[in-house]
């Protein structure tokens, strides 16, 4: 199986030019949760975020996705608890999302898509100085992974909508402060499951521990509408594509066991 292979077949979606085969790639992201095969760990804490909206510097395309950066030179923004030993550092969020709204999500949840899937990325900056140092590291990241619903308007995510016209182009970048990113995680952060990952983007590196919520968002149909007039290409290229399926297909669980907060 693709597992025992020295080399896994990062089967990538064709826009990525990165590499296509990831030495030892047995832990890699996203996968599909299967409910009835996760196992309770009542040892699992609660999810502790506290973020200063004061760390939010600026929102760009790179090309993948749109982020927005927050200052990690300091513990400001961190999180810790869950199934974290560490003090992780919040760096940035981005999402990732379909061309329509019956698709987009990178991880499922007993095979069931969401139109869209949060990514807010940390790094172990007990153990770590650097994000570049700590995602080469086996516990070097700490990513949260919210799906998302099409419904009622977010409020919170408004201010983010507004700003991507901005950004259209792959490398646009504009200022963006005072983001309060705890306004974009479900009222419920209790309830999660937790394996041993990938990042789903170049570099690929396995140095993720996955941490997804149970409880959706929603968002309206207009705000994820707003995400797929963003485009994959720069302003100097003469065809212009638009930023959507940036997700990564789904790959071998390689006898991982995903455990859950909740029964
Ligand atoms: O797409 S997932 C992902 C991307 C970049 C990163 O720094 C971490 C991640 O988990
Ligand atoms: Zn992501």
């Known amino acids: ?17 990165g590499p296509l085969a990831v030495p030892g ?14 196992v309770l760990d009542s040892a699992l804490k ?3 975020p506290d973020y200063d909206p004061d760390t939010c510097q600026q929102i760009w395309n790179n090309g993948y996705s749109f982020l927005v ?14 199934p974290l030993q560490d003090k992780f550092r919040l760096c940035q969020f981005h999402f990732h999302w379909g061309e329509c709204n019956a698709w987009g999500s990178e991880h499922t949840v007993d095979k069931r898509l ?22 080469m590291e086996d ?47 479900p009222s419920n952060i209790d309830d999660y499951w937790t394996y041993h990952g990938s990042l789903t983007t170049p570099p690929l590196t396995e ?26 290409t720069s302003a100097e290229e003469d065809v212009q594509k638009s930023m959507v399926n940036n997700f990564r297909v789904q790959q071998p669980l390689c006898g991982r066991n995903v455990r859950s907060s909740f029964s």
């Open 46 to 48: 609660p999810l502790v």
């Open 114 to 135: 969401f139109p869209a899937e949060l990514h807010m990325v940390h790094w172990n900056s007990d153990k770590y100085s650097l994000f570049e140092e700590a995602v």
């Open 25 to 38: 790639g047995d832990r890699q992201s996203p996968i599909d949760i299967v409910v009835r095969k996760s």
């Open 1 to 17: 199986t693709a597992c025992s292979s020295k080399y896994v077949l990062s089967q990538m979606h064709p826009m990525w030019q």
């Open 207 to 232: 140095s993720v521990s996955w941490i997804i919520m149970k409880q959706h968002i929603e968002v309206s149909h207009d705000q994820l509408a707003v995400f797929r007039s963003l485009l994959f």
């Open 139 to 185: 516990n070097g990241l700490a990513v949260i992974g919210v799906f998302l619903k099409v419904g009622k308007r977010h409020e919170g995510l408004q201010k983010l909508v507004d700003a991507l016209p901005a950004i259209r182009h792959k490398d646009s970048v504009v200022e963006f402060t005072r983001f309060d990113p705890a306004c974009l995680l």
């Open 69 to 82: 950066e927050y200052d990690d030179t300091t513990d400001k923004s961190t999180l810790k608890g869950g």
